[in-house]
Structure formats: C-alpha cells, structure tokens
C-alpha cells in the first residue's frame, strides 16, 4: 500500500493508526491492491485524518467495493473526492454523497458509465462534477445528475458521446437552475437546436464545445462566429474570453450568413438578431491579390514590354529584369518615367531595394529606364 499526504501535514502514515493533528487539514492520495475485509483499507487510512478534505484514489479496482453506511461517515469533512478510472458503481458513489455533507467537487472520469443511476437523495453541496471519458449518450441520462445535485455549477461532459440537448425551457431551468459552466467537447452535438437549448440554462457563462459533428464543415473562425452569436450571455467561449466587439462582429457575420436562406430554414437567432440591427448589406469583396501593370522597359536600343507585380521591391524587380533582358551581372540602375508628368518632373531613379514598386504610382504604359551603373554617374537631369 503506497500512501502519500500533503504538504500541510508534513508527514508520512506508516501505519493505519498513526493520527495527524486535529486541526490540522490534508489530503491523501491512496493506491491499493487489494480492498477486502469488513472494513477496506482505503477507509481506514480516512478514519486516521479526521481532518482530511481531499481523497483521490484514482486507478484503484473499485468495481466489486461496497461501501456501508458506518464506513462512509469517515469522508464526512472530505470536499474534494476523485474517483478516476476506479470503475465505482453508482451505489458506492451515492453512498459516499450521502455521507459527505461538504462535498463539492466530484471526478468520475473513465469509469466505463453508459447510464447514470439515479439516487433519491440528493447532494446540494456538489458544485462540480467531471464526468469525462465514460460512454454516456442519451440526455435523459445526464438531465439526472441536474436532480441528484440541484446547485451544480460546473459540469464537465467532455468525451461522451451525447446526441442532444433534449428537454423543454422551463425542465433545463428547474433542473440545472445554477449551471454557469459546461463542457460540452468531443460530444455528439450535431444540430444547431441543441446549441440554442444551453441558453435555457438561466445562469450559463461558459461553454466549450470543441470537436462536435455540428461544426466539423466550418473554418475556425466562422465556427465561433456562429457559436458566440447563438449564445448571447456566454462570457468565456472554447476557454477563451468573448469582448464586446468581438459579441458584435459575430452576430453581424450570423444576419449576413443567413440573410439568403430561405425563411424556413432561419433559426430563431436570425429575427433577434435583425431586430437589433436591422437587415445588412453584404459586404464588399476586395481583392487582396497581387496587383500587376505593365510597362515599356528601355535598355539602350532594346524595347521590352514587361508584366510587373507592383507588391515586389525594386531590388526584386533587378532582379526580375536581370533574368528577362540577359542584363551584366555588374549592376545596373533603373529610372521610372510616368508618361504622363515626365516634361514636368523628368525620370525619377529606382533607388531604394527595399521599397514596394506600387508606392510610385507606376500604371499601365509608363516605363522603367535601365542604365548600366558603371556608366552612369550623372544624375537624371541629363537623361
């Protein structure tokens, strides 16, 4: 038996008598090979820290326990209860709910549950409850943990595979009447009605809903458009917090996305949405593509017309040149002449590489003058 507590207690049990400080608070983390006998050992390693508040007996084989009543009275003070991957049956958990009266955050994760088995007593001290990694499928399964803990805020439902947010307004507000988190990632949500169900949840604030069927055909940034848009009191989404602009620009993007449907497929959000902004005008598409221009490029008695991308520098356009005209390698200079202004203003010389070609305001039909550098040292006022 390996037996491991917190740094508050600032020791180590090496026997199941052995009794930490009365007032003193810890937790314990516990791995047992085997649980048998009247009383298991994992409860009587409880018993000897009366002021234990956190117990995490992750991985033990907890499928054939049973827990009685007289036994579970020795969690009473426990807040904290971790039960991962113990396969736990609903009736040992239901007892120790019974008998831990602080109980506020619960793990049930990877034990293998496809259904929830509903206890007549409730816990209204749980205020989190993970439930990750089990099989669950079907709504009406889920809605019952919302009876046995009535003041759950936090519930983590990742990785099961539920279908739907099956239930009525007025069932998910009685049921979940203080749920301000759920996660609802990897599940099998597949419909826009179920998304538009979590707002029933009175006090909901935050959601994730990474990886379900429903938002596998769009791109990131149109899934959370759409999601933030449907769910107008979520604070944090996909862990992430949500702005007031961000808000807006969503529930534009939602009125323009749908604005062509036909009337019987807009979801409700639709008419909300138009009534506070009205109906909008698409937006206008701008080209962002490389904008290109052609140009007569003189060198000496040669004449080349020549397709520029004006996003390029003037040291790429060297280059470009250098490649199509069979140019030295020793250098050259480049002169641009606006047809259209040059008797006022002359050639103006291509000087800096860095600089972007379209910053000169070169159109259709001007011209690059090319001189070779060693045989140019006038300026461009004697061209």
């Not at 902004?277 to 490029?297: F, I, K, M, N, Q």
């Not at 200079?333 to 040059?342: A, K, P, Q, T, V």
Request: glycine content about 4%.
């Amino acid at each position: 038996m390996k037996t491991r507590f917190g740094p508050s207690s600032r020791s180590s049990v090496t026997s199941t008598t052995q009794r930490t400080s009365p007032t003193a608070k810890a937790w314990a983390w516990c791995w047992c090979p085997v649980l048998q006998g009247p009383r298991s050992k994992i409860s009587t390693i409880v018993s000897n820290i009366p002021n234990l508040d956190f117990v995490n007996v992750s991985m033990n084989p907890l499928s054939e326990s049973r827990l009685e009543p007289h036994m579970a009275q020795t969690f009473c003070r426990v807040r904290r209860l971790v039960l991962i991957n113990t396969h736990i049956s609903w009736d040992t958990v239901h007892t120790l709910t019974q008998h831990t009266p602080e109980l506020q955050e619960l793990f049930l994760c990877l034990n293998g549950y496809s259904s929830v088995a509903q206890s007549q007593t409730t816990c209204p001290s749980l205020r989190l409850l993970q439930i990750t990694d089990n099989q669950l499928q079907l709504w009406t399964e889920v809605r019952k943990l919302g009876l046995m803990y009535p003041r759950l805020s936090t519930l983590v439902l990742a990785n099961n595979n539920v279908r739907s947010v099956d239930d009525t307004q007025d069932a998910l507000q009685r049921l979940f009447p203080n749920l301000r988190s759920i996660n609802l990632n990897n599940s099998g949500l597949s419909k826009w009605e179920d998304i538009e169900r979590l707002n029933y949840f009175p006090k909901l604030e935050e959601v994730k809903a990474k990886g379900i069927p429903l938002l596998q055909r769009y791109d990131t940034q149109d899934r959370r458009s759409l999601l933030l848009a449907q769910l107008p009191s979520v604070l944090l989404l996909n862990g992430s917090a949500v702005s007031d602009g961000e808000r807006e620009d969503a529930e534009r993007f939602f009125i323009r996305y749908y604005q062509d449907c036909p009337e019987q497929e807009l979801p409700k959000r639709y008419h909300i949405l138009v009534s506070k902004y009205g109906h909008l005008a698409p937006l206008a598409e701008v080209d962002l593509s490389p904008r290109c221009t052609r140009v007569e490029v003189r060198w000496g008695e040669r004449l080349e017309v020549v397709s520029l991308h004006l996003e390029q520098t003037v040291g790429e356009l060297k280059k470009q040149l250098k490649a199509v005209l069979q140019l030295p390698s020793n250098g050259i200079r480049l002169f641009y002449i606006n047809r259209e202004m040059c008797a006022v203003v002359g050639p103006e010389e291509l000087k800096v590489g860095c600089r972007a070609l379209h910053s000169y305001g070169i159109r259709d039909g001007d011209e690059i003058l090319v001189v070779p550098k060693a045989k140019s040292r006038c300026s461009s006022a004697h061209l």
